[in-house]
């Protein structure tokens, strides 16, 4: 089966840099992906990383170590509105995902 | 542009009723997928169809729930009889293709509960 493990709560303060990891195990998959989900909200796509390596969107970066079976979400210049829960999922070959179990990010002032 | 669009967004029943949830993908996606997320068992995909016909419904917990989608701007998800177990958030979600990373569009989801 698949499976994806995330720390299931991390706190920074505005201003700062937090890193949100992401660790897996599956027989097969195309990329892994981040989704970040507001407090009653739905979830909306952040990034994808189909290869090994850093992809860097704006204030956001995501990693992926397909040697490691680990990946990362970074964001950098933490603002309050950053405060939501991101999860990591895996993506198939038909476009099906699977999801972590999410990580609760607090930013505090 | 108009996302994917949910309906009901609330919904309050007792349990035995059947429940119809109702998705409207954004117009040209070809994929569609139905998830529910609860506090236990996070983010679970249900079903996921492509071009109107379904591709895996692996996720569907028991047969009291079924999906459709009769053409390209419409799907359903149904529980009948529904249970106090089956309260949850549903999101429905589209994407433009099938392609490994396209951006799934989740709507604001049904927050269901089941007395």
């Known amino acids: 089966g698949q499976s994806l493990e995330q720390p299931s709560e991390v706190t920074a303060v505005e201003g700062a840099i937090v890193q949100i990891n992401c660790t897996y195990q599956?027989?097969?998959?195309?990329?892994l992906s981040w989704y970040q989900q507001h407090d009653g909200g739905a979830p909306t796509f952040l990034s994808y990383?189909?290869?090994?390596g850093l992809e860097e969107t704006g204030r956001f970066s995501s990693f992926l170590s397909r040697s490691d079976s680990y990946g990362y979400l970074l964001l950098q210049e933490l603002q309050m509105k950053d405060s939501a829960s991101y999860f990591c999922?895996?993506?198939?070959?038909?476009?099906?995902?699977?999801f972590g179990q999410g990580t609760t990010l607090q930013v505090k002032p | 542009d108009a996302g994917v669009i949910q309906s009901p967004r609330h919904e309050v029943t007792e349990m035995g009723q059947e429940v119809t949830l109702r998705c409207k993908p954004i117009?040209?996606?070809?994929?569609l997928f139905w998830y529910r997320q609860t506090m236990m068992r996070g983010l679970e995909l249900l079903i996921y169809?492509?071009?109107?016909?379904?591709?895996?419904d692996s996720g569907m917990p028991e047969d009291r729930f079924s999906a459709k989608m009769p053409n390209a701007s419409f799907s359903t998800l149904k529980i009948q009889p529904s249970e106090p177990r089956d309260s949850a958030v549903y999101f429905c979600?589209?994407?433009?293709?099938?392609?490994?990373?396209?951006?799934?569009?989740f709507g604001d989801g049904t927050r269901l509960s089941i007395l």
């Open positions: 117009s040209g996606h070809n994929s």
């Open positions: 169809f492509n071009n109107n016909v379904p591709i895996d």
């Open positions: 999922s895996l993506s198939g070959n038909t476009g099906k995902l699977i």
């Open positions: 979600a589209s994407s433009l293709n099938r392609q490994p990373g396209q951006p799934q569009h």
């Open positions: 599956t027989s097969g998959f195309y990329g």
């Open positions: 990383n189909a290869l090994d």
